[in-house]
């Protein structure tokens, strides 16, 4: 198999230093504010972005060293296969969010919704689109009676610290 390579595009920026206590998904971070800051040369990808209310991040899970092939999440106490869960320490540490965008200046967006650590690097950004994006007749499996708690739940160090697994 080819090996992948990826550029970044730019970093976002939020108030968040480090994993710990942060939001484990965007539903937890409603009003939490940040930034992307987009290399000038995409510029131009810009055009007609302001335009939607939300857009799809998708970036580096910079701070993740290694994986495990099953892991226990934050909302469950035993341990779930990687591709069962969100967890950042995956075979390929690529993450999403989707978040609002309120605005854009030059070459950054402002955003909030943020559940990302501060100096993450952007590898893409996509428009989110609800008539494409929402999918009816959908099972969440282990996750369909702790759905809920995601508002409320902070991170912790178990996906930060390369001995957790």
Known sequence: MKSVCYKPIGIIHS?????????????GAKGIKGTVELETEYKDGLKDLDG???????YDFHLSDDY???VKPFLDDIPKGVFAIRAPKRPNSIGISVVRLNSIENTTLHISNVDIVD???????????PHFDCLEDVCIGWLS??????????????FHDSSAK
């Not at 968040?16 to 539903?27: E, G, L, S, V, Y």
């Not at 100096?119 to 689109?129: A, F, H, Q, S, Y």
């Open 145 to 158: 009676d702790r759905v809920g708690s995601a508002v409320d739940k902070k991170s912790d160090e178990r």
């Open 119 to 129: 100096g993450t690097p952007l590898l893409d950004i996509k428009p989110c689109v």
């Open 52 to 58: 939607f209310s939300h857009i799809i991040l998708i």
């Open 15 to 27: 108030p968040f230093k480090d994993t710990k206590n942060m939001p484990i998904q965007p539903i």
């Open 68 to 70: 495990s092939l099953q």
